[in-house]
């Protein structure tokens, strides 16, 4: 019913930028929050940053290097990385929190991931 569908990963070097999107579609009633996470090998998935109509969060490694920001309009969600390190290499995956049309309970979806790879 709902699809998040992502873009923009890549390979870059150290210091260099990338911007992932992702735009949501489906029987979307309302979108409550948008979130970006990653996941590098071994390590638990984390929260980089989230979006709601009145706020954003950042992950205290990524302040002042990623800035996120969201188009109600289209439904999509941005995340501007740039100073990019080797350890923001990761699979970065979009999340949303989604009330269905019809619906009134809000329920979390997932986007496949896009890999980040960062060379020193």
């Known amino acids: 019913q709902v699809q998040l569908v992502e873009s923009g990963g890549g390979l870059v070097q150290a210091g260099g930028s990338l911007r992932l999107s992702c735009a949501a579609s489906g029987r979307i009633r309302s979108i409550i929050v948008m979130a970006w996470y990653r996941q590098a090998p071994g390590q638990q998935r984390e929260m980089v940053a989230s979006i709601t109509s009145s706020d954003t969060t950042y992950a205290d490694s990524v302040k002042g290097r990623f800035t996120i920001s969201r188009d109600n309009a289209t439904n999509t969600v941005s995340l501007q990385m740039n100073s990019l390190k080797p350890e923001d290499a990761a699979v970065y995956y979009c999340?949303?929190?989604?009330?269905?049309?019809?619906?009134?309970?809000?329920?979390?979806?997932w986007g496949q991931g896009t890999q980040v790879t960062v060379s020193s």
């Open positions: 999340n949303a929190d989604i009330i269905l049309m019809g619906g009134t309970i809000r329920r979390p979806y």
